[in-house]
Structure formats: C-alpha cells, structure tokens
C-alpha cells in the first residue's frame, strides 16, 4: 500500500566523499561486497540538532574504523527555520528529506515518523537506491564495532535480519490484531535492520502508513498494550515496521547477540559488532547519558570532548569476573569511540590542534587501536534466537491436511458400523453415569469427613502484631487491616503496637481502633537524638515481648497499609522454630 503523502524532489547533498571500504574486512566479503548482487548501502535518520550531530560524528567515524562496506547516507529532516542556520552539513554523506515532525495533514508533532519517511524519499528520490541490492538501517545513536554484512549475518531476500526488541509486547495482543491482517509474523524487532532492497521497496510505504495509523490509535498507546513506559505512543514508529512487516510478509531472523547495549554484560563467547548507547552506563563515579547532551554543541565547540572514562587497566582493578569486565571494556570503547570521533572531526574542520594530555596520548596509541579494530563475527554471534523456517511449516502443516483427509474417508467408511457401536455404547454410559454420580456423592462424603477431621484437629495459636504511631495517617491503615484480619478468617488475635510520645497520647482519639499495646514512642532516639520513626517496629515488638504474656506459638508480624485476603497460618507454609517464613523484597 503506497501512502498518500507525496514529498517533492530534494537536492541531494554530497557532504563529502564516499567513504572508503579500507581494510579489516574478511576476504571473502572484500571479494564480493561493492559489486551486484553485494553492494551494500547504510542509513540513518536524524534531524537539525546538535543532538543528532554529535551523535552523526560518532556512528560515522565507527562505520569508517569498523570497515563498514559500501557508502553511508544520513536522511537528514530539518525544517525550513532549522535549515537556515544548520551547520553540520559536512558530518556525512547526506540526503535531505521533507521534515514530517509535524504531520503535513493531522498536525501531529512525532518527529520519529521522519525514519521511515525519510527512507521512502530515499526510495524514490535518491539514484544511490537504484544501484544497491542490501540495506542496514542503524540508529544515530550506535556504534560499529565490525563490518555488518546481511548475507553473512544470514539475511535472505524476503528474510531480513533484526535485533530483538522484547518489549513490543503489542505484537501479541490486541494491537497487533487491529493493525495488521498478520499478527501470526509480527516480529519484536527494530535498532539493527539488515534487509534486501526489493524487501525494503515493498515494505517502505506501509511502515511509514502503519506508523501514521498506529500514531492514531490514541486508544491503544496505554503500557499494557504496547509496552511504552510512558503511554503517549512514541514508540510508534516501531510498531509501524513490525507491523509494516508483518502486512508484506517479511519473516525475520531474529538476532539479540549481534547489538549490545553498554552497561550489559555480554554473552560468553558473543562479540557483538553493534554498540546502541540509548541507555545510561557508568563505571564506579564516571557515567554517560545522551539525554544529558540534547543541546550539545560539542561538534563545534574545539577541543572539547565528553568526559574521559576509566583506563583499561583500572578496570582490571575494579572487576575480577572476565564477562563481567568484557561489559566494562565496551563501556569505554563506546566512549572513546565517541570521543575520538570528535577529536578527529575537529582537526578536520581546522580547530588548533588540542594540548598534549594523557588522554588525548591514549586515544592516539597503538594501545586503544588494537583494542578498537574491527570485530569479528564467532560462531555464537551467528546464532539467531528464533530462525522459524515456515515454509518448511507450511510443508509440514500441508503434509497433514492429506493424511487429515485420507483418514476422513476412513472414518466415513467406519461411521456406520460406529453409529451402530455407539447405540450399544449408550446403554452402558447411562449405567456408567450412574455409577459416577455414585462415586462422586462417596467423595464429597468423604471430603467433608476430612474437613470435619481438619476443623476438629488442633492447631498451634497464632498472634498478630502490627506498629503504628497516633497519627491519622495510620488511623485509617488500622481501620482497613483490622476489618480485613476479621473478614480473612485469621486465627488467633491481633494487637496494634501503638508507639506514642506522652504529648500525642494526651490529645490521641484513636484508643477503640484495634486492641492495643501501648509503648514508648522511639521517633526521637533517647541516647542518640537521631530522628528515625521507623525504629518503633521493632522497639515496640521488644517492648510487647517483655511486657505482654502470650500463649500464641506463632507470631504474624505486618504493616499496617496490608489487606488481609485469606489466613496466614505459618504451619502451613513450614515455618518452624528457628525457621521463619517470609516474603521477598527484591
């Protein structure tokens, strides 16, 4: 489906040379990569902001250092206002794309939906399109650590190859069903996207079509549906290709070993060739956030560069565990990356060369290049979390439907013969049913014989404490916990420890909520003056100890903002001497 929008043509900007495919790559991608049907082309989309700018810096200089093969386009979105002072048209190669932040027709402001508008006008526009046979579309926001090479990851033409997005909790609900006639291949993915050009042609127009129809299902932008933290529909866009996808028949081969957030720990034997710093990361007091740097004018401020992060060797220091540390290790390459990008985009734009520092010797030694040169794909990288062959599926499921058949016509064949069975079959089901409902009257009998036997049995006494102060605020909290103590069916009694200072009990009207211990309130520590109201929980339970003789075994200690559903009987979930049970707060 074609979406209705129509972009004018737009002077493609060449910013600067296309980039060389350089060495590092393996030989027998280097042998067939440039030439149809491998010749590859990376995108990315930004917009007009320094935001995007340091971000373009960063992801260029990592698909120059990491061998990337074939050209890079930025799909660069700016405004008309936005243009007239943009400066960053040397970053990258670039194509500039009508601005659709704010929709043309329903004035929407969703600056996302600039991805796949961008890649349309592409499409349709640029003449880098009609010389390409495989596409990797990346975010801004990442970085390359090795050459992406769709066939090599396993991408077929029809089978492209994504990152797995778990959180897209929609294509197994609802929304998929409302959005997509195929919600049985909508697939969790997006960040990295490897595909073949004749699969993005086909798919193009309906994400951005199904990004603008999932935009306006206001109704259906709530977490539960898409599992967007924030419920105002921002991931939209997201949910476009997979529904997209899903509407041209793209089967993905689904991937999380290939692109790495900073921050996590890899997996033992993956190297990813995929940085995406959309979250925050740290490393003991040093730490990094994109959202901190949204009017970042680093790119065109000489010299500067963001905040340095621990040398290697520290964190041999810091960390013992070898995977553990492998996550610090890409913690500080993602951010020396960055920075070394800028060092050298700064040089390029003429800047003084910068002062001699440790750091800047650092990023210029032969130290940081080796543990920065291209990465490697291992066997483990390669593995898909979910490679579905469903035409073999489809084979099977066809296979099936005959012997489905064959086994129809012998069951016709058996029909009468079985009718007949079925007569004398009968007979003997009312006899049997009989005898059932015999059994059945034998074995309520008999349960209730056993419950008469449980009720009758004796059990261990049970008492229920809980601490509150003389205020309202726990006034009404004693109010709901006492009535549902009595609604629950709990054994035993239950006592409020009521902790009070001598003044707040003089002027206290809350005395007939709940039978109650009274003891000394402990909000003002007596020796250490520290104010600590918590500290009356178990300074009351002490105090009721000593002071209160109790033929109870057991003891149930709560809050008071608790409902009570049902009794807590601490035998029956093995509490024993010495043995308490319970709940975790993890």
């Known amino acids: 489906m074609a979406t209705a929008l129509k972009f004018p043509s737009l002077l493609v900007v060449v910013a600067m040379a296309i980039l060389s495919m350089g060495g590092g790559i393996a030989q027998e991608s280097e042998a067939v990569a440039g030439t149809a049907p491998y010749r590859i082309h990376t995108l990315f989309s930004v917009e007009c902001q320094n935001y995007f700018d340091w971000q373009t810096v960063g992801l260029v200089h990592s698909f120059r250092k990491a061998h990337q093969p074939g050209p890079i386009t930025r799909l660069l979105s700016c405004t008309d206002e936005q243009r007239k002072n943009y400066a960053g048209m040397d970053l990258a190669p670039t194509l500039e794309v009508p601005s659709m932040s704010l929709h043309p027709k329903t004035g929407d402001w969703y600056p996302a939906i600039n991805k796949p508008a961008g890649i349309v006008h592409w499409l349709k526009h640029s003449k880098d399109a009609e010389n390409v046979d495989w596409v990797v579309i990346l975010d801004a926001d990442m970085i390359i650590r090795g050459p992406i090479i769709p066939w090599e990851l396993g991408a077929e033409k029809g089978k492209p190859v994504a990152a797995y997005y778990g959180y897209l909790v929609g294509c197994d609900n609802i929304l998929a069903k409302l959005h997509t006639k195929h919600p049985e291949i909508c697939d969790k993915v997006g960040g990295l996207l490897a595909m073949h050009i004749d699969d993005l042609r086909a798919l193009a127009p309906m994400w951005l079509s199904k990004t603008e129809e999932v935009r306006a299902d206001k109704d259906h932008w709530p977490t539960n549906y898409t599992g967007d933290i924030y419920g105002m529909g921002w991931i939209s866009e997201m949910y476009g290709y997979s529904f997209g996808a899903a509407e041209v028949g793209l089967l993905h081969k689904i991937t999380d070993n290939l692109m790495i957030y900073p921050g996590y720990i890899p997996r033992e034997g993956v190297e990813p060739i995929l940085m995406h710093y959309g979250l925050t990361f740290s490393i003991g007091n040093w730490s990094f956030s994109k959202l901190q740097h949204h009017e970042d004018n680093i790119v065109y401020d000489c010299g500067r560069l963001f905040p340095e992060p621990p040398y290697p060797r520290e964190l041999n220091a810091i960390e013992s565990d070898p995977n553990k540390r ?41 130290k940081f290049a080796e543990l920065t040169r291209p990465k490697k794909l291992t066997p483990k990288s390669r593995q898909m979390m979910e490679v579905v062959v469903r035409k073999q599926k489809q084979e099977v499921a066809e296979l099936d439907k005959q012997k489905q058949k064959q086994e129809q016509e012998a069951a016709e064949l058996a029909k009468q013969k079985q009718k007949q069975e079925q007569e004398a079959a009968e007979l003997a089901k009312q006899k049997q049913k009989q005898e059932q409902e015999a059994a059945e009257l034998a074995k309520q009998k008999q349960k209730q014989e056993q419950e008469a036997a449980e009720l009758a049995k004796p059990h261990p006494k049970i008492h229920t404490l809980f601490s509150t102060e003389c205020t309202p605020y726990f006034d009404w909290q004693t109010v709901g916990l006492v009535h549902s103590f009595h609604k629950s069916g709990q054994p035993g009694e239950i006592t409020r420890l009521l902790s009070c200072t001598d003044e707040d009990l003089n002027s206290y009207k809350g005395h007939d909520l709940a039978p109650t211990h009274y003891v000394p309130s402990m909000s003002r520590h007596p020796l250490t003056g520290d104010w600590y109201p918590a500290i009356n929980k178990p300074a009351a339970v002490l105090h009721w100890m000593n002071h209160v003789k109790t033929d109870a075994e057991y003891i149930v200690i709560l809050d008071a903002d608790m409902i009570m559903r049902g009794p807590i009987t601490p035998w029956e979930f093995n509490a024993d001497k010495g043995r308490p049970v319970s709940t975790p707060y993890e």
Not at 329 to 351: K, Q, S, Y
């Open 326 to 366: 492998r996550a610090l290790f890409l913690d500080i390459e993602c951010m020396n990356t960055l920075n070394e990008g800028l060092l050298l985009h700064h040089a390029a734009r003429g800047c003084p060369k910068p002062k001699w520092s440790k750091y800047l010797s650092f990023l210029r030694s032969n």
